[in-house]
C-alpha cells in the first residue's frame, strides 16, 4: 500500500508535466493498492471450496452451488451434491434454484428503469397507478398516502408477513385485486418505520405491469432479463426443463423431504424467482460493476448511478453487536435500500446483500462495493441458512491479502494544497499563506497565531522540512501526509473549502512520532 500511495506524492508534478490543471478538482477514480490483488484472491478459492462442501455436508443441505465475483466478473464457481435426491442427479452450474426474495432486487430495478424513462416517480402515490389503494383505510387522519418509494423500502406500514407471503405465490392479479379492496391492515403509520413485506413488493409488481402495459413476467425477462444474458433465470417452475430443475427438500425424522414447487402469479414479484448459479454471479456481477462512480459508457439496462442508488440506505432498521465466526466483536448498522440490504460494519464499511428463503430453498448473495467482491450462494434445504459460512468466505479471501478496499483518489487541487502547505511549514511567507487560504481560516485562528504556532513547531522539529511517505486521500478533496524535518516529524491534515478554485478550509498541524503510520479514518469511530 505504502509503494502505490507514495506515488502521489508527485502526482501534482506530473500533472502540470502532462497539461492538466493543478487547480482542477476532478478526481480521478479510486484505486485499489494491491496489483496482483485477484491472484491473490483466487489463491483463496480452494479454502472456499473445502468451506462450502463442508457446509454443505455438515448442515445436510443435498445440493449447492456458490459463486465468487471480482470487479464485475464471475471468476469462480462450485458445486456440491444433488439437485434431485431421487434421481441422485448431481447439481451443475446451470442448475435451477428458486431465489425467493432476492426476487426483490429485479423489481426494484424495474422501477427504477420506468422512473428513469420518466414514466413514474418513487414519491409518486402508488394509488395513481394501482387503484385498488385508494379505498385504504389509514391508521390515523394524518398519515401520508404509501408511496412508491415507501413500497421500495419496506416502510409503507403494512405488517411483516413472511409465512403468509410465501403461500401467496399462486394468487391471480383478480385474486390480489379483491384482497386490496377488501383491505389491507397497517401495523405502523406509512413512513414512520421499517417492516418487511412481501405484499408491498406484490404491489410493486403491479405498478410495473400498469405503468408499462406489459405483464410483469414479461417485462421482467424483455427488459431486464435478456440484457444482462440471463437466458436461464425465469418466474415459472414449469418453464424448467426437468434435467436442470432443483428440486426443493426439507429435514423430518432425518429424511429428506421433497416440497412442491411453488407455481408463479400476482405475488411473483416479490419472491418468484429461479436462477442457476451462472446467471445470479452474473447479476451481481452487474450490480458490483456500478461501483465506482466513472466516466464511460454507461450501457444499462439501468443507469449506473440508479443501481448504485438502490445500494443506499433509505430505510434504517437498527444496529446490532454480535461475534463473527472468529470470535471477534462486531457492530453493523443499517438497513434496506431498493429490494436490497446494506449494513454499514467495522470489518468492511459498506455490505450489500439479500437473502432469499422459501419451502425446500435458500439463497444469498452479498457484495462488498468498495473492494469489488461479492459471493453468491444457492441450496435446496429449507431456509439455507448461509450466512455464516459466507461470514468465513469473506474471512478467508481476507487471509489472502487480496481482498482489499479501493483507495480514494486526490484531485490535483488537493496534492497543489499539500504542496503549498508544506513550503509554508518550512518557511513562512504571507502571500503563500493568503493565496491557499479559504476565507474562513483566519477567522477561525487568526493568521498571526497560526504564524507563531508553526514557528514553534518549527523550533521543536527543526528546518529542512519536506513531505514524507504516503499521501492519504480520505476522499477527493481532504487527505493527510507527514512533513520530515531535521528533528523531527508533523502530521499535517487539511480539508478544502466548496469553491472554484478550492482552498484550505481547515489545516491541522501536530508534532508525529517518526515511527508513526498515518492510518485511513477509521470506518467505526
Known amino acids: 500500500m505504502r509503494s502505490m500511495l507514495a506515488l502521489l506524492l508527485t502526482s501534482s508534478l506530473a500533472a502540470q508535466a502532462m497539461g492538466q490543471d493543478p487547480l482542477s478538482s476532478q478526481a480521478p477514480p ?83 428503469q420506468l422512473r428513469d424513462a420518466g414514466r413514474l416517480s418513487l414519491d409518486d402515490p402508488a394509488e395513481r397507478f394501482v387503484p385498488e389503494l385508494r379505498a385504504l383505510r389509514y391508521p390515523t387522519s394524518d398519515a401520508p398516502r404509501i408511496t412508491i418509494r415507501q413500497l421500495l423500502t419496506h416502510s409503507e406500514g403494512f405488517p411483516e408477513d413472511n409465512p403468509w407471503g410465501d403461500q401467496q405465490l399462486a394468487a391471480t392479479d383478480r385474486q390480489m385485486s379483491a384482497m386490496m379492496r377488501r383491505g389491507i391492515p397497517f401495523s405502523t403509520v406509512p413512513g414512520t418505520a421499517y417492516e418487511y413485506s412481501n405484499y408491498g413488493f406484490a404491489i410493486l409488481g403491479r405498478i410495473i405491469a400498469n405503468v408499462s402495459g406489459v405483464p410483469y413476467p414479461r417485462y421482467i425477462q424483455r427488459r431486464i432479463l435478456g440484457p444482462l444474458g440471463m437466458r436461464v433465470t425465469t418466474l415459472e417452475a414449469a418453464s424448467v426443463p426437468s434435467s436442470r430443475l432443483a428440486l426443493g427438500y426439507r429435514r423430518q425424522d432425518d429424511r429428506w423431504v421433497e416440497e412442491p414447487q411453488l407455481p408463479d402469479g400476482s405475488f411473483g414479484p416479490m419472491g418468484g424467482m429461479l436462477t442457476s448459479i451462472g446467471d445470479l454471479g452474473r447479476y451481481v456481477a452487474f450490480l458490483l460493476d456500478a461501483w465506482p462512480a466513472r466516466d464511460g459508457a454507461d450501457s444499462g439496462p439501468v443507469r449506473r448511478a440508479s443501481v448504485r442508488e438502490m445500494q443506499q440506505i433509505w430505510r434504517y432498521n437498527g444496529a446490532t453487536v454480535g461475534r463473527d465466526s472468529t470470535g471477534a466483536a462486531t457492530l453493523s448498522a443499517g438497513g434496506y435500500g431498493y429490494g436490497l440490504g446494506i449494513r454499514e460494519t467495522c470489518r468492511f464499511g459498506a455490505v450489500v446483500s439479500h437473502s432469499g428463503g422459501l419451502p425446500g430453498f435458500g439463497s444469498q448473495m452479498r457484495w462488498l462495493p468498495d473492494y469489488g467482491v461479492g459471493l453468491v450462494a444457492l441450496g435446496n434445504l429449507t431456509y439455507t441458512g448461509w450466512g455464516p459460512v459466507l461470514d468465513q468466505a469473506l474471512a478467508a479471501l481476507a487471509a489472502t491479502g487480496g481482498l482489499v478496499p479501493r483507495q480514494p483518489s486526490p484531485a490535483p487541487v488537493l496534492l497543489t494544497r499539500r504542496d503549498q502547505v508544506t513550503r509554508l511549514v518550512a518557511t513562512w511567507n504571507d502571500a503563500l499563506a493568503d493565496s ?8 477561525d485562528e487568526p493568521k498571526p497565531r497560526r504564524q507563531a504556532a508553526l514557528a514553534r513547531l518549527r523550533e521543536q522539529v527543526g528546518g529542512n522540512c519536506r513531505n514524507e511517505g504516503p499521501f492519504l486521500a480520505a476522499n477527493a478533496l481532504r487527505g493527510q501526509w507527514k512533513i520530515r524535518c531535521d528533528r523531527g516529524d508533523l502530521a499535517v491534515a487539511i480539508t478544502l473549502a466548496p469553491i472554484e478554485p478550492a482552498t484550505v478550509q481547515q489545516l491541522d498541524i501536530r508534532p508525529s512520532p517518526r515511527d508513526e503510520v498515518l492510518a485511513p479514518d477509521p470506518t467505526c469511530r
Open 436 to 443: 491557499l487560504a479559504a476565507m474562513n481560516l483566519y477567522l
Open 30 to 112: 479510486p484505486t485499489y493498492p494491491v496489483a496482483d490483488r485477484l491472484a491473490r484472491l483466487s489463491a483463496g478459492f480452494g479454502a472456499l471450496d473445502r468451506l462450502f462442501r463442508d457446509f454443505a455436508e455438515q448442515g445436510q443441505v443435498p445440493g449447492i452451488g456458490y459463486g465468487v465475483i471480482v470487479d464485475g466478473k464471475l471468476v469462480h464457481l462450485g458445486t456440491h451434491g444433488v439437485r434431485d435426491v431421487g434421481r441422485k442427479a448431481p447439481v451443475d452450474t446451470s442448475s435451477v434454484f428458486r431465489i425467493a426474495s432476492m426476487t426483490k432486487s429485479f423489481t426494484a430495478l424495474a422501477i427504477l
